[in-house]
């Protein structure tokens, strides 16, 4: 993959390995460490694992943990997941040659079989990518005000990936154009400043504003989409600080 998103995300000379068709009617797709694997679906519920998008972020998992050495685990695991499905919806929306405006930011909508419909996730309206009698409603939150502590999913780390997810979406659309051109290459060049594997949601809100003032400038149209788009999820930069605490924060 190319360097379009500011980073370059594989090396000129590196492998891919992967294995598909794995197991029997096996409903998932992962990142072992050291290979992708793509399961089948079970043709009831999912259909297929091997979209675009959704290989694109599983890919990515092994980059994101090692730029960023983010313990997958909370909040700091929800931001894995978070930046993973950035990258996913940029590589759609490039593909599709897709502006921020008019892209639908749904990851995986191309996994659910014909009896179920809706995608994994919405970036744009979280909570609202699937409605169904198998799935049931998505719980995605998209503010801190309805962030859900759990002691599942590793402490919600595909729950509550929607705030940071929903900000970005708020964010790319604020500035217009194509989502990779500035807001991608903000969060993008935002891993390089990870320090602590506990980053909270806070922790890098602060990181990609302080990125985008770097970048553009601190008065800049880009530095305040992204305040702003922080500011509309519940997370609030007016008083940040520097430090990247794991503790969990709440609407301001």
Do not use: C
Not at 14 to 36: C, E, I, P, S
Not at 76 to 103: N, R
Not at 143 to 149: G, I, L
Not at 153 to 165: E, R
């Amino acid at each position: 993959m190319s360097d379009n998103f500011g980073i370059k995300l594989f090396p000129s000379d590196g492998k891919v390995v992967a294995t598909v068709h794995y197991g029997d009617r096996y409903n998932n797709r992962f990142w072992d460490g050291k290979q992708l694997v793509i399961g089948d679906g079970d043709g009831t519920t999912f259909a297929k694992f091997s979209g675009l998008d959704t290989v694109a972020g599983a890919l990515v998992y092994s980059i994101i943990q090692e730029k960023t050495q983010l313990l997958y685990q909370g909040q700091s695991g929800a931001l894995i997941t978070h930046i993973s499905d950035t990258i996913a919806a940029m590589v759609g929306q490039y593909h599709q040659e897709q502006k921020a405006d008019s892209a639908d930011w749904l990851i995986g909508s191309d996994v659910f079989s014909p009896n179920v419909k809706g995608a994994l996730r919405s970036m744009k309206a979280p909570g609202t990518a699937f409605d169904n009698k198998i799935m049931g409603k998505d719980p995605q939150p998209a503010h801190m005000k309805d962030y859900v502590k759990t002691t599942q999913d590793s402490g919600g780390v595909h729950l509550n990936s929607g705030i940071p997810n929903h900000a970005f979406y708020l964010a790319a659309v604020a500035v217009g154009g194509s989502s990779w051109d500035k807001i991608g290459a903000i969060w993008m060049k935002s891993m390089d400043h990870i320090a602590n594997p506990n980053t909270n949601f806070v922790g890098f809100a602060s990181i990609t504003f302080q990125t985008a003032q770097s970048i553009y400038g601190d008065h800049s149209s880009e530095s305040k989409a992204v305040a702003q788009a922080w500011s509309e999820v519940g997370i609030s930069l007016a008083k940040e600080t520097t430090s990247e605490s794991n503790t969990d924060h709440t609407a301001k």
